[in-house]
């Protein structure tokens, strides 16, 4: 079993829950559109609701290219919270891990994502936000492939 995730364009919708420091776990829900271009480039478009909620939406719009072998990405991000961001990921057999950090931030914000192989149409997703070297949000959810 290969991943799909990334790997292959495809949609996926995203449920779990948003953990912010000092605050009430919230529902989120989302949807993630990833396309391929010709020349190699991957597209990712994300974003989450929290639809029981004030929180706002949060939008994310990745760019990225892998390096020889697939196995090592890297990628930019416009992120509705954190601003421009640039990132790396790794693909590893089960798992896919990415690392990313908001460029010109004073806050010294970063983040990581992992995502978990469960099945080849459903994902295990755990991220987090830091201020610094401080947990500021967490997102826990179940990402699933969207019937065709």
């Given at each position: 079993?290969?991943?799909?995730?990334?790997?292959?364009?495809?949609?996926?919708?995203?449920?779990?829950?948003?953990?912010?420091?000092?605050?009430?776990?919230?529902?989120?829900?989302?949807?993630?559109?990833?396309?391929?271009?010709?020349?190699?480039?991957?597209?990712?478009?994300?974003?989450?609701?929290?639809?029981?909620?004030?929180?706002?939406?949060?939008?994310?719009?990745?760019?990225g290219r892998f390096d020889t072998g697939n196995q090592r990405y890297t990628y930019v991000l416009q992120h509705t919270e954190l601003?421009?961001?640039?990132?790396?990921?790794?693909?590893?057999?089960?798992?896919?891990?990415?690392r990313y950090w908001a460029l010109g931030d004073r806050q010294r914000r970063s983040g990581f994502e992992t995502l978990y192989r469960?099945?080849?149409?459903?994902?295990?997703?755990?991220?987090?936000?830091?201020?610094?070297?401080?947990?500021?949000?967490?997102?826990?959810?179940?990402?699933?492939?969207?019937?065709?």
């Open positions: 079993m290969s991943h799909t995730f990334l790997l292959e364009s495809g949609t996926w919708t995203l449920q779990g829950t948003w953990l912010d420091k000092g605050a009430m776990p919230v529902p989120v829900k989302g949807k993630i559109i990833i396309t391929w271009s010709r020349d190699d480039w991957f597209n990712m478009v994300m974003r989450l609701v929290f639809a029981d909620s004030d929180h706002e939406n949060i939008d994310f719009q990745y760019r601003g421009r961001v640039e990132g790396e990921g790794w693909i590893a057999p089960d798992s896919i891990i990415q469960v099945t080849d149409d459903r994902y295990h997703f755990s991220s987090g936000i830091l201020a610094g070297h401080y947990l500021n949000s967490a997102l826990e959810a179940i990402i699933e492939r969207a019937p065709q």
